[in-house]
């Protein structure tokens, strides 16, 4: 039984904010507390994390591992754990340029043996993996709306309306003024109550649709 990776301290200490370094917290429902990035492409990758459903729970920095490198010891702390419905995913969020030096290669490989000595998957991600474009953005805009209220009566009149079939946001809010807002609805996005292509830009004619459908 995987246990929950919620559960348990950082590993290391946050690296301070700097002149270079951009630090910040992400306020997670998944874990049940705020997360910890150390760059933004490690908040870019927690809001990847935080959004997925198949991502179940994750934490930041979870532990420190020593490792044998060309004869030299090396501890290592990967960025994130994450538990799937099927196994545990040890994170690295690096540059492409930085994850290609020799250093970091042979770093990742001696970790990448040693979590599959424990049943455990390590992968390194890139902002080609993260940055994945208007994806991206429109999920970072509807995790923003995760937690906005929506009145069950306008979720039931949202529902109705997309029963017959899809329809443009724009056509949508319209249909449904003065009841619902384009609030309500992105909630109802966010929460997985309705569904739109998220690989196209969320705005106004964006095909919003029932779960399921399409």
């Given at each position: ?12 200490r ?25 760059s933004q492409?490690?908040r ?55 994850a ?26 890139t ?28 979720e ?59």
């Amino acid at each position: 039984m995987l246990l929950r990776v919620t559960e348990g301290t950082r590993a290391r200490r946050v690296i301070t904010r700097s002149p270079t370094r951009t630090v910040g917290r992400f306020p997670s429902l998944k874990a049940g507390r705020s997360i910890h990035w150390e760059s933004q492409l490690e908040r870019d990758f927690v809001y990847l994390l935080e959004f997925d459903p198949a991502m179940l729970d994750y934490r930041e920095q979870p532990e420190t591992i020593r490792l044998t490198i060309d004869g030299k010891p090396r501890r290592y702390t990967p960025d994130f754990l994450v538990r799937t419905a099927s196994l545990m995913v040890v994170y690295e969020v690096k540059p492409a340029d930085k994850a290609a030096h020799p250093d970091m290669v042979a770093l990742f490989a001696a970790a990448a043996d040693h979590y599959a000595g424990r049943g455990m998957h390590h992968q390194v991600v890139t902002e080609a993996d993260i940055r994945i474009r208007p994806y991206l953005d429109n999920v970072a805009l509807l995790l923003r709306y995760r937690s906005h209220p929506v009145d069950p009566d306008v979720e039931a009149m949202v529902l109705d309306r997309l029963a017959f079939e899809p329809a443009p946001l724009g056509e949508l809010i319209a249909a449904l003024a003065p009841h619902a807002d384009m609030a309500e609805v992105l909630a109802l996005l966010a929460n997985r109550r309705l569904a739109a292509d998220l690989a196209r830009r969320l705005d106004r004619d964006a095909v919003i649709r029932l779960p399921g459908e399409g």
